[in-house]
């Protein structure tokens, strides 16, 4: 059963300049993870605005766990959850104080607004500093507290967007753990990211969006498997480029590519590993010295490039290390 | 009967947070107290031939002073929940969405109370006796919560059109100072240039001061010819000016808050 389905959604600003939705079509499959990739700017949080009622389309349809977000926005904000960019908690008070108030706006009596806060709490590692206001949290600790806020009620949908942006590496690694654990419960989850890695490590299922527009849909596998097999990518002193790359040129039958500033060639292979030993073997015959040498798979960056002709974000390989955005 | 819940909850959080942070509370009420002392001394002299001094005139025009300038906390305070994401979280949850905006004017109608009473007491200290008795006292102090109340509309629909609580605050005040001045509440509007003697004449703070005044028991007719409508029957024409400001705000900031999610 589809447990998130919007079809045609179109949401312009500024009488039609800005078009931040242009006809988006998805669909999320009860007890997955949906990750919507896509760059600052390209409908991410509008379309996650639009299925949790924050925000009515001009025009389109869409139904989260079977109801009609449009007709019956009520009904839909009882069993979803919504964590945000920015940490939507009440800074000036305690972490305690937050759950337990959003508790009771759930309509939870007050001992089991304390009983749920305590447990939600506990399970984000967060008891220890339930007593203390949430402007002393670090940012990590924010936003778990957030996203504790938006499963009082154990929704069956959960909306997260952007949930580690901002976040220093470490924050990032936690909420990731928190996350795949919500996962393991069954929850359907929407996430939104502009970090490729994200998507890759959390969802099942993942979605390019870019001006307002899915432009790929599937695994992550799937999508990096549009853009092209395993990559030989091998670093030599720069007197020894020429011969380098003859030598792999040979043993892969393709036409490799250089990038002198790197001094890097990289080349299609077809037989993975086989190839890369043969290169090493003829290096050493050749005294070829590599600095380093390593097969590659196309990551989800070469992906969104291959896609859209521009780069997701600014572009740097080592993954977790890079931020984007100040932390709020 | 959910809706009023709902909204007792958001006043709780107000409660809280002035726990939390309780210089927003000490300050809230030093400002006023400081002004009661200000006054009292620095223009007591203009109450000369006044039965009982310049402070029986004074207290009422302080109180709705204060009362008014409530109304640039609640932009404020609104306006920060804006900026937080936090109006998002509250329009996620299964309540009415008036719950947000109902509670936050009930928290700062609390707020005034605790405010009053302490103007009071500085009041009393400094000279000031009123002398309409303990019923017509009471009148004087639930009219001006309610006229707190209702200004508090007003500091809702501010908050939720702002872009910047530091500036919503700063323009709120740039409103409500000339308001309270332009008035009966701390000098006679005859000696004002007879253009702005209009205006203090039509202005609610002028006939707000008259009434608080009458209930307190001290009669003061104001304005430029002194029997106008607001200068002879100031609490009936208070109420008709409350009635239209929420009349006016209420509306307003219910269609703005359902549309809150259309700002980029």
């Known amino acids: 059963m589809k447990s998130i389905i919007a079809e045609n959604l179109v949401k312009t600003y500024r009488n039609g300049e800005v078009k931040a939705l242009d006809g988006l079509n998805l669909d999320v499959e009860e007890g997955t993870v949906l990750g919507i990739l896509g760059p600052n700017g390209s409908g991410k949080t509008t379309t996650v605005r639009v299925l949790a009622t924050l925000l009515k389309p001009d025009s389109g349809h869409a139904t989260v766990g079977g109801i009609d977000v449009l007709k019956n926005p009520k009904a839909v904000r009882e069993i979803i959850g919504l964590s945000g960019q920015y940490a939507a908690v009440d800074e000036t008070l305690t972490g305690w104080d937050n759950l337990v108030m959003f508790g009771r706006l759930y309509h939870l009596s007050s001992a089991d607004a304390k009983a749920r806060a305590h447990e939600l709490l506990q399970q984000f590692s967060l008891i220890d500093s339930a007593k203390r206001p949430i402007k002393t949290y670090s940012g990590g600790m924010r936003r778990r507290l957030d996203l504790a806020a938006s499963l009082i009620i154990r929704p069956k949908v959960l909306f997260l967007d952007e949930p580690t942006t901002g976040l220093d590496p470490r924050g990032r690694m936690e909420m990731w753990s928190v996350i795949e654990n919500l996962v393991k419960e069954g929850v ?141 | 009967m959910r809706g009023l819940s709902d909204a007792l909850v958001i006043t709780k959080r107000q409660l809280q947070q002035l726990i939390r942070v309780p210089e927003v509370l000490i300050f809230n009420t030093i400002q006023p107290v400081m002004f009661v002392l200000l006054f009292r001394y620095v223009f007591g002299g203009l109450g000369a031939g006044i039965p009982g001094g310049y402070v029986q005139l004074l207290m009422p025009g302080i109180f709705v002073q204060t009362v008014t300038f409530t109304l640039a906390a609640t932009a404020q305070g609104l306006a920060q929940d804006m900026e937080k994401g936090l109006i998002d979280r509250f329009r996620s949850l299964p309540i009415a969405r008036s719950a947000l905006v109902v509670g936050r004017t009930f928290g700062d109608g609390l707020l005034n109370i605790v405010v009053l009473v302490v103007m009071g007491i500085a009041g009393f200290i400094v000279g000031w006796r009123p002398t309409s008795g303990v019923l017509k006292i009471t009148e004087g102090f639930l009219m001006l919560l309610f006229f707190g109340y209702a200004l508090s509309w007003a500091g809702i629909f501010a908050g939720l059109i702002s872009k910047d609580s530091r500036v919503v605050a700063n323009v709120s005040f740039l409103f409500t100072f000339p ?81 809150a999610g259309d700002r980029k």
Not at chain 1, 265 to 284: M, T, Y
Not at chain 1, 286 to 315: N, Q, Y
Request: aromatic letters at 8%.
């Open chain 1, 188 to 328: 359907t989850l929407l996430l939104t990211t502009q970090y490729l890695e994200e998507a890759d490590q959390l969802a099942d299922d993942i979605a390019v969006i870019d001006r307002g527009k899915v432009i790929a849909r599937g695994t992550s596998d799937e999508l990096k498997s549009q853009v092209g097999g395993e990559r030989l990518e091998i670093i030599v002193a720069e007197n020894d480029i020429k011969s380098a790359q003859e030598i792999i040129d040979r043993v892969t039958g393709s036409k490799s590519f250089i990038d002198m500033g790197l001094r890097k060639i990289s080349a299609p292979v077809k037989d993975g590993s086989q190839s890369l030993i043969e290169v090493v073997r003829q290096f050493d015959t050749a005294k070829i010295h590599a600095l380093d040498l390593a097969m590659k798979r196309p990551s989800l960056d070469d992906v969104f490039m291959s896609l859209t002709g521009h780069a997701a974000e600014e572009v740097s390989t080592e993954g977790v290390s890079k931020k984007k955005g100040g932390s709020k």
């Open chain 2, 179 to 259: 308001l309270t001045f332009l008035s009966n509440a701390f000098a006679s509007t005859t000696s004002m240039p007879k253009p702005l003697q209009y205006v203090a004449e039509w202005n609610p703070v002028s006939t707000m001061v008259a009434a608080v005044r009458q209930l307190y028991g001290f009669h003061n007719k104001f304005g430029v010819t002194a029997n106008s409508y607001p200068s002879q029957h100031p609490i009936t024409m208070s109420f008709i000016y409350m009635f239209v400001v929420m009349a006016i705000f209420i509306p307003l900031s219910v269609r703005r808050y359902n549309r």
